[in-house]
């Protein structure tokens, strides 16, 4: 049964940095296609941050207002992914999700974790 469990989040000001994490089981980091979601209420969840698996070379990728602060990586040997995040801003306010995906037999899977709350406030 593949687990992922988001940690790390929490009120911080603006300019401040928060380290999230997403630990897995069941699952092999280094293995599938990961990435980074965010989502604000009355909104939908938008992309932040992909990694790709060692298959893909491990590259990354962001969107926009991710690049030059924010950080996607992962720890195979801890079998978990992380985003680290500076110059947080007043509208990184969300919910952050991670997701694995894993294609078997052509089959793609996806798998989400249950969230973690970011807070930017003055």
């Known amino acids: 049964q593949v687990q992922l469990v988001e940690s790390g989040g929490g009120l911080v000001q603006p300019g401040g940095s928060l380290r999230l994490s997403c630990a897995a089981s069941?699952?092999?980091?280094?293995?599938?296609?990961m990435s980074w979601f965010r989502q604000t209420p009355g909104k939908e969840r938008e992309l932040v941050a992909g990694?790709?698996?060692?298959?893909?070379?491990?590259?990354?990728n962001y969107e926009g207002f991710a690049k030059g602060r924010f950080t996607i990586s992962r720890d195979d040997d801890q079998n978990t992914m992380y985003l680290q995040m500076n110059n947080l801003k007043l509208e990184d306010t969300a919910v952050y999700y991670c997701?694995?995906?894993?294609?078997?037999?052509?089959?793609?899977?996806?798998?989400w974790g249950q969230g973690t709350q970011v807070t930017v406030s003055s």
């Open positions: 990694i790709a698996s060692n298959r893909g070379h491990g590259l990354t």
């Open positions: 997701k694995a995906v894993s294609v078997i037999n052509y089959q793609t899977s996806e798998y």
């Open positions: 069941g699952i092999s980091v280094s293995s599938v296609g």
